[in-house]
């Protein structure tokens, strides 16, 4: 029988503690399936949708394990190894492990480029008991012969479809290889497309499989729009929603995503010339000043991030209320990414897609995959109602480049018609 509550879950003391603390009473249904088994010692391969609380399925059995079975890991070993596609998401699964683990005795650190190295081959040489890593840094120092992994006991892969995006699959198997046979292993994705479960099953052993919402790929509590408008139109428009969202009640801080780093700055400087408090995130900024940029969005002092793709997973902000796709992806797949980053943890949330004639190939894309089409807002001084018309007649865009075929991730129906329904708030939860 599936738990209702945190408390008829066999945690350990401390770990009930803090949940107390935190006023986490009521699992979400990832949390509900896949914590029991994992405490069972079963492998896991678990799907739920993007801020469904995925980190806190697998940090609360594992942190359960390090204090029940207690040990000194040997030096330059880790008895876990989270493995996350980008810095932004090591840093908020190892806050989680920091969070949910506050009176649990553990040591743990993370592996990731864009910084020196010295830090992280330091904080190795005694060995972690959680050590969090992206794929390229942890090769660098296990190469160098500064990190061993003979010792896992718990091995997790997370955000696999974005792993496999971001072309770290040559690195995840050559990771995997170095791993004992004897571990639990858990991989968690949004999405199953047919080479994640491939790449599942070369992974782990008899796993249980927990999926939640799977062929849904949108949260329910996101109103999406798509405005038709030229590129001229869209910064005008982006500016209207951007004041509109300044004077909105509850959740005011906005994330408008671009294509590209230089659009990422330059919308980012247009803003601010427009009294707008903006700053942008891509990879090409510095991991210091990244941190700076989330940190002073996070606080609200920044309300405004412009970002490219690289934010689209990893940065878990509770108060987001509105996204903006500037530029509509071209991978289909980041649209359902970038939109989970409002509507987070029961909140409310609304997307706002702007397209453009050359984006409707895009557009198309984006409805397959979603197998729903985006409503059309009309309601703005820049809709033009003839781009909307040719969009709706099938025409063609002004430029004919499709979006990367061949990679559908999301099957089964996501709904029909409308912006996604909006529900009342649950019982509180534990969080990414």
Known sequence: ????????MPLAAPLHRVLRELDYHTPSPIQAQAIPLLLEGRDLLGC???????????????????????RHATPKSARTL??????????????????????????????????GQNPQVAAMRGGVD??????????????????????????????????LDMGFLRDVKKIVAMLPVKRQS???????????????????????RVSIQPETTT???????????????????LERLLADQSQADGARLTIVFSRTKHGANKLAKSLCAAGFQADAIHGNKSQAQREKALDRFRKGLTPVLVATDVAA????????????????????EAYVHRIGRTGRAGAEGLSVSFCSDEEFDYL???????????????????????????YARGGRGSVQQRPQQGRRTFGGGGGGGGGGARGGRRPSRAGR
Not at 1 to 8: H, V
Not at 48 to 70: C, D, M, V, W
Request: charged residues 25%.
């Open 364 to 390: 198309r894309e984006i409805e397959k995959i979603i197998r729903m089409p985006v409503p059309v807002w009309t309601n703005h001084d820049h809709h033009d109602p003839s781009l909307a018309e040719r």
């Open 48 to 70: 739920a949708q993007t801020g469904t609380g995925k980190t806190a399925s697998f940090a609360l059995p594992i942190l359960n394990a390090l204090h029940e079975r207690p």
């Open 313 to 332: 997973r990893g940065v878990d902000v509770k108060d987001v209320g509105l996204v903006v796709n500037y530029d509509l992806p071209n991978e289909p």
């Open 219 to 237: 949260a329910e509590r996101i109103e999406q729009k798509v405005c038709f408008v030229t590129k001229d139109a869209k910064r005008p428009l």
């Open 82 to 115: 989270v493995l996350t596609p980008t810095r932004e998401l090591a840093v908020q699964v190892a806050k989680s492990f920091g969070t949910y683990g506050k009176h649990v005795r553990f040591r743990q650190t993370m592996i990731y480029g864009g910084v």
């Open 186 to 208: 858990l991989f968690f994705s949004a999405t199953l497309a047919p080479n994640i479960v491939q790449l599942a099953e070369t992974i782990l052993r008899q796993p249980a």
């Open 130 to 163: 959680v050590l969090v890593a992206t794929p390229g840094r942890l090769l660098d120092l296990i190469e160098q012969r500064h990190v061993d992994l003979s010792g896992v006991e718990f091995f997790v892969l997370d955000e696999v479809d974005r792993m």
């Open 1 to 8: 029988m599936t738990p209702t509550t945190f408390e008829a």
